[in-house]
């Protein structure tokens, strides 16, 4: 009950060809096949294009700000 045996395979591949065709199903698998290749070359153009900054950043350093004697004695209590 479980499992399928060959007989039922093969009475839904003939219903699957005939409402199909064979046509359209090698049509289908030959568009995967394409779909494939093309993602395999969109991932491998994206390793290539990886953008690299070229320019220099200049970096200030940022203004030490030490606090007051009002502000440590407010700070402390």
Do not use: C, Q, Y
């Not at 568009?31 to 953008?51: I, N, P, R, W």
């Amino acid at each position: 009950m479980g499992s399928l045996s060959i007989w039922h395979w093969l009475i839904v591949l003939v219903i699957v060809l005939l409402l199909f065709g064979k046509g359209k199903i090698s049509d289908m698998m030959g568009d995967v096949a394409k779909g494939v290749k093309s993602f395999k070359k969109g991932l491998a153009d994206d390793d290539e294009t990886v953008v690299r900054p070229t320019g220099n950043i200049d970096h200030k350093p940022a203004d030490i700000v030490t606090p007051t004697t009002d502000e440590k004695t407010r700070a402390s209590s």
